[in-house]
Nanobody, 129 residues
Framework: EVTLVESGGGLVQAGGSLSLSCVVS????????IGWYRQAPGKEIEGVSC?????????HYKDSVKGRFTISRDNAKNSVYLQMNNLKPEDTAIYFC?????????????????????WGQGTQVTVSS
């Protein structure tokens, strides 16, 4: 069974930091790109960051988080991480990790995409101003 479990969300003041984790099981991180996506209330899901399954671990970021967020992975721990620094109120959302979508499609996924691939249950990130 394929599972993804996120953790690390919480409430933080603007300018603060959070570190999200995504622990996967049922497949190898060496075989699938893993993306972080977020959805704010009443808004479409959007791609935040993605890391390639290839040895070079090529990374992708949404423009608005470049320089603030860092994605990484530890294949031995079956885990993907998202370090989020200098958080802003507009980063408030439920954050999901997902497998089954190539990083090249990160920017075009929609809320309907949650019917496909494999998704975690999400972790809430709230940034107060």
């Amino acid at each position: 069974e394929v599972t993804l479990v996120e953790s690390g969300g919480g409430l933080v003041q603007a300018g603060g930091s959070l570190s999200l984790s995504c622990v996967v099981s049922g497949f190898s991180l060496a075989d699938y790109d893993i993306g972080w996506y977020r959805q704010a209330p009443g808004k479409e899901i959007e791609g935040v960051s993605c890391i390639s399954h290839t040895d070079d671990g090529n990374t992708h970021y949404k423009d608005s988080v470049k320089g603030r967020f860092t994605i990484s992975r530890d294949n031995a721990k079956n885990s993907v991480y998202l370090q989020m620094n200098n958080l802003k109120p507009e980063d408030t959302a439920i954050y999901f990790c997902a497998a089954g979508f190539p990083c090249t499609r990160m920017a075009v996924l929609t809320t309907q995409s949650r019917e496909y691939g494999s998704w975690g249950q999400g972790t809430q990130v709230t940034v107060s101003s």
